[in-house]
């Protein structure tokens, strides 16, 4: 069974500073992997997907990378806002033609 | 631009009683889901809607039914709302096949069974 970890629960960094968010998975016969931020009473919103055959996407000041061999993607943000405070999970589509969900990184930047 | 829409956002139940949580997408998505999101368990399916007409069981699918009533809309109903029902259920829909695209979900809806 596909397992997703997120470490670390929580993350607290002062505005303007870059910073990486991990993620790792246990089966790495993956279809894709998507990240998605949360806000406090809110759904999920998502911010990037990446194929199994990628190696990496990037939207704005958002960049994923995925490693398949590895069962590792990161979700790099650059010059981080007080806006970008919020919840990032990944998650992994596999074999069993499910989504699974980690438990989220809880990201707090501080003006 | 609406997206995906659950109502109601919160509702309150008594062990027993039944209920039926709407959900619509004005996307002309395929693919439609259900999911809970419990503290510490993070977000598990329910069921899930390949395309219309069809559903399918997920992780977590007992005590809960679901409809697919057109390619707009899929409802999941609980017919006796028990308290480890308690919790925030969204919805989410993507364009082609399950997964391929990315997932679009609703604000949720909080549910208390007492």
């Known amino acids: 069974k596909q397992e997703v970890t997120q470490i670390p629960a929580a993350l607290s960094v002062p505005e303007g500073e870059n910073l990486v968010l991990n993620c790792s998975f246990t089966?790495?016969?993956?279809?894709?992997l998507q990240w998605f931020r949360q806000d406090p009473g809110k759904g999920l919103t998502s911010l990037l997907l990446?194929?199994?055959?990628?190696r990496e996407q990037t939207s704005g000041r958002l960049n994923a990378s995925l490693d398949k061999s590895s069962g590792r993607s990161t979700l790099y943000i650059a010059a981080s806002q007080p806006g970008d405070s919020a919840t990032y999970l990944c998650?992994?589509?596999?074999?069993?033609?499910?989504?699974?969900f980690g438990s989220g990184t809880q990201l707090t930047v501080l003006p | 631009n609406a997206g995906v829409t659950q109502t109601p956002k919160f509702q309150v139940l008594k062990t027993g009683q039944s209920m039926t949580l709407q959900c619509a997408q004005d996307?002309?998505?395929?693919?439609m889901y259900w999911y809970r999101q419990d503290p510490g368990m993070g977000l598990r399916l329910i069921y899930y809607?390949?395309?219309?007409?069809?559903?399918d069981k997920g992780e977590v699918p007992n005590g809960y039914n679901v409809s697919r009533l057109n390619k707009r809309e899929f409802s999941l109903r609980l017919e006796s709302a028990a308290p480890s029902q308690t919790s925030v259920y969204f919805c989410?829909?993507?364009?082609?096949?399950?997964?391929?695209?990315?997932?679009?979900f609703g604000n949720g809806t909080r549910l208390t069974v007492t």
């Open positions: 990446i194929q199994s055959s990628q």
């Open positions: 989410a829909s993507s364009a082609g096949q399950l997964y391929n695209s990315p997932l679009h």
């Open positions: 809607s390949a395309s219309e007409g069809t559903t």
């Open positions: 996307m002309n998505h395929n693919s």
């Open positions: 089966d790495s016969a993956i279809y894709n």
């Open positions: 998650a992994v589509s596999g074999s069993a033609r499910q989504l699974t």
